[in-house]
């Protein structure tokens, strides 16, 4: 009965590699998000998608590539990794019209780049 | 633009002591404010939220927190500390929209320490 799930949960890769990390809600929820987490546990949103559409883009470079196949997936997918890639990723879902716009989110997905 | 900060990055109590956790937003519209608990290794989980209801915000395991608008502060309280609430906690602010999309803007954490 998992809300947010991620997958996978840890992933060591080498510079230069390209990698994806899956999300899946299970919530209804027709909006969702990834985040960044660096390793002094700063928060940034870095993408947002509203029923398949993107909605935010906050300034990440072009290797990020989100992808919604449909509104309870949101993937990320990212080319040519680098060192400061590192970091714990979030997604995260809310709904839209439920007026408090709270969001629910997943376990976090820890990529380490060597 | 909006944005929350946190004062001290750790904060240390004793088991049953007070638990205050301060948060300051800066937004130029009527803002939704939200505090986050993240247990080591784990995900941000929703402790408590403002939405322009009630000023004092009751959330879960005995937090609540107290929106006050002329001091711009959102403070996390809790009257007695267990050590289970040993956390990293992150106050965030979000703007109303109108487009109904909201971008929620973290605070740099707190780190509460609990003491036997």
């Known amino acids: 009965d998992t809300a947010v799930s991620q997958t996978p949960k840890y992933l060591v890769t080498q510079m230069g590699n390209d990698k994806s990390i899956k999300c899946e809600q299970n919530?209804?929820?027709?909006?969702m998000y990834w985040y960044k987490q660096d390793s002094k546990k700063f928060l940034k949103i870095m993408f947002s998608y509203n029923n398949k559409e993107l909605i935010i883009n906050e300034t990440v470079p072009n290797r990020f590539s989100p992808k919604s196949p449909d509104k309870a997936h949101l993937n990320l997918h990212i080319n040519s990794l680098e060192l400061g890639d590192s970091a714990v990723y979030f997604c995260?879902?809310?709904?839209?019209?439920?007026?408090?716009?709270?969001?629910?989110f997943g376990p976090g997905t820890r990529l380490t780049v060597t | 633009a909006q944005s929350v900060t946190q004062l001290g990055s750790h904060v240390s109590v004793s088991e049953g002591a007070l638990v205050l956790l301060r948060c300051n937003y800066s937004s130029s519209v009527p803002p939704y404010l939200f505090w986050y608990v993240q247990y080591p290794n784990q995900g941000l989980q929703l402790l408590l939220k403002?939405?322009?209801?009630?000023?004092l915000v009751k959330g879960i395991n005995g937090f609540e927190a107290e929106f006050k608008k002329s001091e711009t502060s959102f403070h996390l309280t809790k009257p007695s500390a267990h050590m289970s609430d040993a956390a990293e906690y992150f106050c965030?602010?979000?703007?109303?929209?109108?487009?109904?999309?909201?971008?929620?803007?973290f605070g740099t954490g707190t780190r509460l320490l609990v003491s036997p």
């Open positions: 965030a602010v979000s703007e109303r929209r109108n487009t109904g999309f909201q971008k929620l803007v």
């Open positions: 403002y939405t322009s209801a009630a000023t």
């Open positions: 919530l209804g929820h027709d909006t």
């Open positions: 995260a879902s809310s709904l839209r019209d439920r007026g408090s716009y709270e969001q629910y």
